[in-house]
């Protein structure tokens, strides 16, 4: 069992930068891929940034080059940090700690940091 607690949403300007953090208990991280996602009103879940459990990157075209995800697996954090950003990174922010294993996945979810980008 993972708890995952996000934390670092606000509202800012375009052009603007935010750090999200989220932080893990209840189990090992390290034996887990990371990922964030976003939801704006009206649209499904979207996958914005992958670490894997061997620090490998992936990240969704709409945020490459200016979002980097990392994770510190002695402290139980990931991060995501949020450059030039822009009005349509707008949403609730999501961390998912995501293991598969033979026969299944385990996915563990936070509540959720909004993310307001406007002037």
């Known amino acids: 069992q993972v708890q995952l607690v996000e934390s670092g949403g606000g509202l800012v300007q375009p052009g603007g930068s935010l750090r999200l953090s989220c932080t893990a208990s209840?189990?090992?991280?390290?034996?887990?891929?990371m990922r964030w996602y976003r939801q704006a009103p009206g649209t499904q879940r979207e996958l914005v940034a992958t670490?894997?459990?061997?620090?490998?990157?992936n990240y969704a075209d709409s945020v490459k080059g200016r979002f980097t995800i990392s994770r510190d697996n002695a402290k139980g954090t990931v991060n995501l940090q949020m450059n030039v950003l822009k009005p349509e990174d707008t949403a609730v922010y999501y961390c998912n700690a995501h293991r598969s294993v033979i026969g299944g996945q385990y996915d563990y979810w936070g509540q959720g940091t909004q993310v307001t980008v406007s002037r």
């Open positions: 209840g189990s090992i991280l390290s034996i887990y891929s």
């Open positions: 670490i894997t459990s061997g620090g490998s990157t």
